[in-house]
């Protein structure tokens, strides 16, 4: 793996936590690509996403809650939901290997991209 110095982690952390923030994505389009690029694998860097993912999250919903830019009854119902699909996809990203995950992580991102391009 890659390695750099911890004050390159921790700016490229601020850019993601801006990102993250700004477009309500999380950040892992951000991190995954990042992760990846330093050598880890598919599993891995879905992992220790998640766990960055966590930390800049909550202090995004922090700096949301004080504006007043949440509705809690939607947030929680997706959330809940995405606890049991959280387990499954942690189970599947094991499954697959790396360049299997770096193709399926383009796609989802490409067919997102294009949907907010077209979409009125």
Avoid: C
Avoid at 41 to 65: M, R
């Amino acid at each position: 793996m890659t390695q750099s110095p911890w004050w390159i982690l921790l700016l490229a952390g601020f850019g993601i936590g801006i990102g993250a923030s700004f477009t309500g994505l999380g950040g892992g389009f951000f991190v995954v690509p990042l992760l990846l690029w330093y050598g880890f694998g598919g599993a891995q860097a879905s992992g220790t996403s998640a766990l960055a993912i966590l930390i800049i999250v909550i202090s995004s919903v922090v700096a949301h809650h004080r504006l007043g830019n949440i509705d809690y009854r939607m947030g929680l119902l997706i959330g809940v939901g995405g606890l049991v699909g959280a387990q499954l996809g942690a189970q599947w990203v094991s499954q697959v290997s790396v360049e299997t995950y770096r193709r399926i992580f383009a796609v989802l991102l490409m067919g997102l991209a294009v949907y907010m391009l077209v979409k009125k």
